[in-house]
């Protein structure tokens, strides 16, 4: 038996699974600021989410803001936003698919690093820019090969290319001393990964995380149709896996989130099984802790590490600093599991995502059971199911 605190990152908007997230070990939620209506991107729709989370959250739970074209050149709506409680900003450099969350250009970003830097918080950039598909790439719209030959690793390097040049214009203008950019899932483990390592070794302000399914899974064994798997970055080559293994177990990746994307099951097209039209995300976030341990025991991986990936290091990212680590004054943010027990995870498994079959994970076999989850002391979720009779979680609120 031994206990953890994870701090996560997920981006659905059902309050309620916080209880997935409490039966999966995970005590703190930070939420992304689209796939919910409105957006949270101005001061006044942060307040709305915080509201609707009041007496509904069995986690704590924080709150990126977003960074999109319309607040970007408004300087005094950001800093309104940040001065609400959001703990960053979030953006994407390619179309992000939620038509209130549009893209990101250079110009937009190099703004808000420099909003970002008075606050000391981080810029979360969803890193991909569009490259041109040549028309013989079309395939069969079934096959995972097609779908991965119309979003190659040159999208990531592009965008992170154009990053790494504005974090260094910026910060030779002197407006963005201690910008904090940080890139979320990355996928590729080449020329993308390459790039961020030489400049974190030239001292950049600059992080980065992967995520789970771009450490289980592998492209080649991905069946035709079953769109589960589809996620943006996509799910790269076998090679391409055990180097991002190598890179976390190196601390060139500094972290893990789960970029926890549920959707309804109908927009999976799973009739259709079309990779290039159904929705994309990978539906995770009870499975995470699990997923992590059973496939890192392979790569040897220690509880030491499980905790720095998965709580010490977001929690310093997110700026909380009474979270991400069991020390005296923290909260008391506590999963107890007994890694050596293995579970299926079938309709017998208690699962609390909204639309389970959606997700990539089930009919997996997997070693970590969590018997009991505390939040600030809190229990809300034991074994066999049982949760708190009340939401107990707590938004967090940057100040």
């Not at 309620?16 to 689209?34: K, S, W």
């Not at 201690?178 to 390459?194: F, N, P």
């Not at 190196?250 to 039209?277: C, T, V």
């Not at 496939?295 to 700026?319: F, N």
Request: hydrophobic letters at 40%; a negative charge.
């Amino acid at each position: 038996m031994h206990i953890l605190t994870i701090l996560e990152e997920q981006n659905g908007k059902d309050f309620l699974q916080g209880q997935a997230a409490a039966a999966g070990g995970i005590t703190t939620l930070i939420d992304m600021p689209l796939n919910n209506f409105p957006s949270t991107v101005s001061e006044e729709t942060l307040k709305l989410k915080t509201k609707a989370a009041q007496g509904r959250i069995f986690v704590d739970v924080g709150f990126w803001g977003g960074l999109v074209p319309e607040n970007a050149f408004n300087a005094t709506s950001l800093e309104r936003l940040l001065e609400a409680g959001a703990l960053g900003l979030k953006s994407f450099m390619c179309p992000s698919g939620i038509n209130d969350f549009p893209m990101t250009n250079s110009s937009h970003i190099k703004e808000g690093l420099s909003v970002l830097a008075k606050y000391k918080r981080p810029l979360l950039v969803h890193a991909e820019i569009q490259q041109e598909v040549e028309d013989d790439l079309a395939g069969n719209p079934r096959s995972y090969s097609t779908y991965l030959k119309t979003r190659s690793a040159t999208w990531e390097e592009a965008a992170i290319k154009e990053l790494l040049t504005i974090t260094k214009d910026t910060r030779a203008g002197g407006s963005s001393e201690g910008a904090h950019l940080h890139i979320v899932h990355l996928a590729d483990a080449r020329s993308s990964l390459q790039l961020i390592k030489e400049a974190k070794s030239s001292g950049d302000r600059i992080t980065v995380e992967t995520c789970p399914h771009y450490l289980a899974f592998s492209a080649e064994e991905i069946p035709d149709g079953d769109t589960r798997f589809k996620c943006a970055p996509p799910i790269r080559d076998a090679d391409n896996r055990e180097k991002l293994w190598a890179a976390l177990l190196d601390g060139d990746i500094d972290m893990l989130s789960s970029d926890h994307s549920p959707s309804a099951p109908e927009l999976k097209l799973f009739d259709e099984g079309n990779f290039l039209r159904a929705w994309g995300g990978i539906s995770s976030l009870q499975f995470v802790l699990p997923v992590t341990w059973s496939y890192g025991r392979k790569h040897g991986i220690s509880l030491h590490q499980l905790v720095s990936w998965w709580s010490e290091k977001p929690a310093k990212l997110a700026g909380q600093d009474l979270k991400g680590a069991i020390v005296t004054g923290n909260h008391a943010d506590i999963v107890v599991w007994e890694p050596e027990v293995e579970f299926e995870l079938d309709d017998n498994h208690p699962v609390f995502l909204k639309h389970p079959n959606i997700s990539a994970y089930m009919g997996s076999k997997l070693s970590g059971k969590v018997l009991a989850t505390f939040v600030r002391g809190n229990l809300v979720y034991q074994e066999g199911g049982k949760h708190a009779p009340v939401a107990c979680g707590v938004p967090i609120l940057a100040t």
